[in-house]
């Protein structure tokens, strides 16, 4: 629908995808509201290379890269540092701590789950009574959380406190063509973020914003957008992908995305009506050079971009996710494959894109 | 102005997707207003008048964008499974058709029920738009589409999909016809995104600042058999109602206080409307920036959210008559 005259035809690629900077971002505890962990790495990483670095009132970190032209489109790159998990509530003796979840996480994924508790990664474990002493009844109910405790063992106490956080306890690896870890979503976003720093397309202004915040409602993006004031923006995040089979025989109809089909373009979320030309200038962009995608399906869940859109007087918004099975669960996995074809489709459509996209009203 | 309604209702334009809607109303506004621009997210806003020495800023909002679906899977069959845009009720969808943007039609219809006493989920629900199997299906993933229903012109009651909000569209189109002389800086605003949660309002009325923001929007009447709103005192045919409050915003006094004199002096037929749930894009627009005193003129509207939603033609004139009033002279906030 766009002439492309003015844009590159010949675009350099990311070949490789950090796999060593994702597993130490994965390992680290950045539960939503204590991020430092997290935005230590960023900022390790991006401070070198980045004209303007900046951590907001909420903890964000902003990163501006200039282009290398004129009057660029000032785009809006948002991967959000927190991941879900837990926080102590409840001090009691023997070194157990009560606790509540933070973000959207199921109560049934939680028990007998090794966990790390704050920035030194305390070990601790969510122990649950043994089928021993449990009667068919009780174990055909979900175990309440308030009887749940994270167990530090003795003189545990002494090491937390109330208000820390903690993430299971899992560690990053890779098994052939697979990514395992706790928090692959969103540290692959975070991850992909870095190396466009390090690498931005010279045609846009490059606003990177690592966020606060977002498994708790987006609300590190918000006042991200309103500072940086894009001409449009990109969440990068990672989706659930449902696609096991169905098991009754029937047509799994609701698996969101696939593994290894590619990165998944979003339309619509609970959050966001994605911006129909960035649809079509990802799909063009894709096709034209070859690289998988797909369309996530259409449905609930939510990115930073349903925070961002709505700033100031109005922002085009996408997202673009890496999937991921296990969303929101001690072991999350991602294809190696498809994490690299959302790099190449977005430094591929980045190099390409100019206000021309812009320029026509939304339709 | 029947013909316009008309025109408007059938047009398809699902929250995200206004553009035709859009393009129907520029065609009207276009010579009417002194500027018309569209916004990053696809509103349009059409501004008439300066801000004189006794003029305000003031937006008015009546939103574009209508529900719908929007495909989610495409069986081997060649079924359409699909989600909801906005507030779909289960119960309206059986045997009802849908149009798609790129031009199919299809019917929509649901599994066996194996809980009938149940109200069944939109999972349960698919469309059938004629193919075979999955490589005849023109429809793909992420398309979008909305109720088909034609006008029904019943005399006096005009009943059609997407009344909500198109009738205000029209109301605001027909405002804007009438309006010979404003001391105000008048944006009208045809906004998208109001159905998924006033997405489109909010960043609009950033971008004009009013200092008054009027939305105009259906509300739901009580006088049908036990209507789901109970005893709310609305019905058709009495007059546009000045909102109180509804779920989410409560209409600043002042302005509640101006449109009943307004109506009264004008001898305009008038209701007041205090709706228990659901809102407008005023709810929006009056938490911008530093606050934005706002109301909302509501058409009463019967079936909201149903593929034939009715309103009653003389409120939709009356309306009009209420607007260009208000809009004609000083208005004076104490």
Redo the contacts between chains.
């Keep these: 629908m766009t002439e492309k005259s003015s844009a590159p035809s010949q675009v350099s690629s990311l070949d490789t995808a950090p796999v060593d900077l994702l597993e130490k971002l994965s390992n680290a505890v950045g539960v939503s509201g204590d991020e430092s962990e997290v935005r230590n790495i960023v900022l390790e990483q991006v401070k070198p290379c980045a004209e303007q670095v900046k951590i907001d009132a909420l903890g964000s970190v902003l990163v501006t890269r200039q282009a290398k032209v004129e009057n660029p489109l000032r785009v809006m790159l948002a991967a959000h540092m927190d991941e879900v998990g837990f926080m102590l509530v409840n001090k009691e003796e023997g070194g157990l701590f009560g606790f509540e979840r933070v973000g959207g996480l199921d109560v049934r994924q939680v028990v007998g789950k090794p966990v790390w508790v704050g920035k030194k990664h305390i070990p601790g474990v969510i122990g649950a009574r043994p089928i021993h002493f449990t009667n068919a009844e009780e174990r055909s109910h979900i175990i309440p959380l308030d009887t749940l405790r994270i167990d530090l063992g003795p003189g545990g106490g002494d090491l937390a406190k109330v208000g820390d956080r903690a993430t299971f306890a899992t560690n990053f690896e890779q098994v052939g063509p697979t990514l395992r870890g706790k928090a692959l979503d969103d540290r692959l976003g975070v991850a992909t973020l870095i190396e466009l720093v390090k690498n931005p397309p010279p045609n846009i202004e490059l606003l990177a914003a690592f966020t606060v915040q977002e498994e708790i409602g987006a609300r590190g993006a918000r006042v991200a957008a309103h500072a940086f004031n894009p001409d449009m923006a990109i969440a990068i995040d990672a989706t659930p992908a449902n696609d096991l089979p169905a098991w009754d025989e029937t047509?799994n109809?609701?698996y969101n995305t696939r593994l290894g089909a590619g990165p998944a373009i979003y339309?619509?979320d609970a959050g966001t009506?994605?911006?129909?030309r960035l649809?079509r200038w990802l799909v063009e962009n894709a096709e034209e050079a070859g690289i998988p995608y797909q369309?996530r399906?259409?449905?609930s869940g939510g990115t930073d971009a349903g925070a961002i859109?709505?700033?100031?007087?109005?922002?085009?918004s996408i997202s673009l996710s890496v999937p991921v099975r296990g969303a929101h669960t001690a072991i999350l996995q991602a294809r190696l494959e498809d994490w690299k074809n959302l790099l190449a489709l977005l430094y591929t459509a980045l190099q390409r894109l100019d206000r021309k996209w812009?320029e026509l009203?939304?339709? | 102005m029947k013909s316009l309604i008309q025109k408007l209702v059938e047009t398809v334009g699902p929250s995200g997707y206004e553009s035709a809607v859009r393009d129907v109303v520029r065609a009207e506004v276009e010579s009417l207003a002194d500027e018309v621009r569209v916004d990053p997210l696809g509103s349009l806003v059409a501004r008439k008048g300066s801000k004189g020495q006794d003029g305000l800023r003031i937006m008015l909002s009546a939103h574009m964008d209508e529900i719908g679906v929007i495909a989610t899977h495409i069986d081997e069959n060649g079924f359409v499974r699909f989600t909801n845009i906005g507030g779909v009720r289960p119960h309206t969808l059986n045997g009802g058709r849908v149009r798609f943007t790129n031009g199919t039609r299809g019917v929509i219809f649901m599994e066996r029920q194996d809980a009938p006493d149940r109200l069944p989920g939109l999972d349960q629900f698919y469309i059938d738009i004629g193919a075979s199997n999955r490589q005849d299906c023109p429809v793909r993933v992420g398309d979008v589409a909305a109720f088909d229903r034609p006008f029904l012109d019943l005399g006096d009651r005009l009943v059609s999909k997407a009344m909500d909000d198109r009738i205000s569209v029209a109301v605001q189109i027909e405002t804007l016809r009438h309006l010979k002389n404003t001391p105000h800086e008048l944006y009208f605003v045809f906004s998208v995104q109001e159905e998924v949660g006033l997405r489109g309002a909010q960043p609009a009325a950033y971008g004009i600042d009013p200092e008054i923001g009027i939305s105009v929007d259906v509300t739901a009447t009580g006088d049908i058999p036990k209507s789901p709103f109970g005893k709310m005192d609305v019905s058709l045919g009495k007059g546009p109602a000045i909102k109180i409050r509804d779920g989410r915003m409560l209409s600043d006094p002042r302005l509640v206080t101006l449109l009943i004199e307004t109506a009264s002096r004008a001898g305009l037929p008038y209701q007041l409307e205090v709706l228990e749930g659901g809102t407008t894009d005023a709810a929006a627009i009056q938490l911008v920036r530093a606050g934005v005193p706002s109301i909302c003129v509501s058409i009463p509207t019967r079936y909201i959210h149903s593929p034939s939603e009715m309103v009653d033609y003389r409120d939709v004139q009356n309306a009009v008559h209420l607007l260009v009033e208000l809009l004609s002279k000083p208005i004076k906030l104490d």
Excluded at chain 1, 273 to 276: E, H
Excluded at chain 1, 309 to 316: F, L, S, T, Y
């Design positions: 047509e109809a609701r339309i619509s009506l994605s911006d129909p649809v369309i399906q259409p449905g859109h709505r700033q100031r007087a109005g922002v085009p812009l009203e939304r339709r």
